[in-house]
């Protein structure tokens, strides 16, 4: 009997939020229009505090004013001149770092880079901490005479300290993660968390006993060629509830479109006329974590297929990339796979998409990494000892992928090594390969 999970309502904005976290633009450019909105309202509590002081005729206290001011703006000079230089050096070292650690793992990671929040916090504070330091050095007035001063930088001054104090602090979260980068370790468990996180959001319904109705329509993708990113859930939902259909989406999420190939099936009784479908379709570059639940289980096959060959010949990589890979499918075992359907206020399925079922999750995340451990006994006793897991945990009509998978590697070993005790070692199952 199948088992439904509670229902996650789609979030109009999902998309959009997911598209805009896998740029590096949007972050600072958002972070130097408030830093020039933050910079008027310094200036204008200037204005406020110097007016205040000349209607109480407390002159002495404009000329302390200025002193201070004036000592501060050799501060402020000294950042302005340093702050573009000094990101132009952090981040080349930081694009050095990301290159390597694609090189030792795969190029999927940069993306890890570009959608983490201290990279994009820290470029974004740095950026507006250089444009402050311009912008609040345009308020000093040259003027001697306290009588004839309007404004004091001296707010805006101590904003531009506390925005390079903050520089400071970001710098050190900042390299301490790039450092991370370079390590298997915290990659490898990053792709983990955000695949479990693809998981949790993701409203697994199964498709069995699930009849759709006749259907009636096709609608092809007119757009530019390129990987389906995602689709707009809310947005396909509201159009089938409004045209009281339901829409089928053909290719899975990850899959390479053309212009002319079918994208949504329409099921009713009658073909109505959609509107608003064509920008509910996303397609980009390249795969991303929003909706692709098999993406995280490539990347980490990637990495343990580049450990394994042998121009790096690093196992204890590919073993933890096994790790991963083992408790990523423990948690779908028993899971509905297959088809998500999503539904409307009413509780009435208006949208199904196609996701990846046990036996695709079972080969994408095994298969290579199988045809490759029959040489290496540290991973076919690993392999070995996560099926034996995997099956304790799968349902029974979940096992032939699992029992496969086991066949095909001892008999591989049995082919590959001739020796009876080596051929035994490797086919003796260990979680940690050779602990």
Not at 356 to 380: C, F, T, Y
Request: aromatic share 6%; glycine share 6%; net charge positive.
């Amino acid at each position: 009997m199948s088992r439904e999970h509670p229902r996650r309502r789609p979030r109009a904005l999902s998309p959009l939020r997911e598209h805009l976290r896998d740029t590096f633009w949007f972050a600072p450019t958002v972070a130097l229009v408030l830093v020039f909105v933050l910079w008027v309202l310094a200036d204008e509590i200037d204005a406020w505090i110097v007016d205040s002081l000349r209607r109480e005729g407390d002159y002495a206290d404009i000329r302390a004013l200025v002193g201070i001011a004036e000592d501060a703006k050799t501060i402020i000079t000294t950042i302005s001149a340093a702050m573009m230089t000094f990101i132009g050096v952090v981040f080349s070292i930081s694009l050095v770092a990301v290159q390597m650690a694609a090189g030792n793992f795969t190029p999927r990671i940069v993306r890890i880079f570009i959608r983490s929040r201290i990279s994009k916090l820290t470029f974004a504070v740095f950026l507006a901490t250089f444009l402050l330091s311009l912008l609040v050095l345009t308020s000093y007035e040259t003027e001697a005479d306290p009588r004839d001063v309007t404004a004091v930088p001296l707010v805006q001054s101590a904003l531009t300290l506390a925005m390079v104090g903050l520089s400071v602090v970001l710098f050190i979260a900042y390299v301490t993660q790039t450092l991370q980068l370079m390590k298997v370790g915290p990659v490898v468990e990053r792709i983990t968390k955000e695949s479990f996180g693809v998981l949790v959001k993701m409203p697994l319904y199964g498709a069995d006993g699930a009849s759709l109705p006749d259907e009636v329509a096709r609608l092809d993708h007119q757009g530019r060629a390129g990987v389906l990113r995602d689709v707009h859930i809310a947005r396909l939902v509201r159009v089938a509830r409004r045209n009281d259909v339901v829409l089928r989406l053909i290719p899975r999420i990850g899959d390479y479109l053309v212009p002319g190939m079918p994208v949504l099936a329409v099921h009713g009784r009658r073909a109505p006329v959609l509107t608003g479908i064509r920008h509910a379709v996303s397609v980009g570059a390249e795969r991303t974590f929003h909706q692709d639940l098999g993406f995280g289980l490539r990347q980490l096959s990637d990495i343990a297929l580049r450990a394994l060959s042998p121009a790096v010949n690093d196992p204890t990589t590919a073993v933890q990339c096994v790790d991963r890979i083992v408790a990523f499918l423990a948690a779908v075992a028993d899971r509905p796979l297959g088809a998500v359907h999503h539904r409307d206020g009413r509780g009435r399925v208006r949208l199904v998409q196609n996701v990846p079922d046990w036996a695709h999750l079972v080969d994408l995340g095994l298969a290579e990494i199988r045809g490759s451990a029959a040489g290496n006994p540290q991973i076919s006793r690993r392999v070995l000892a996560g099926l034996d897991d995997l099956l304790l945990l799968a349902p029974p009509d979940r096992r032939e992928p699992l029992l496969r998978h086991r066949t095909l590697l001892v008999q591989a070993v049995e082919r590959t090594v001739p020796d009876a005790a080596d051929r035994g070692f490797a086919l003796e199952p260990d979680r940690q390969g050779i602990g």
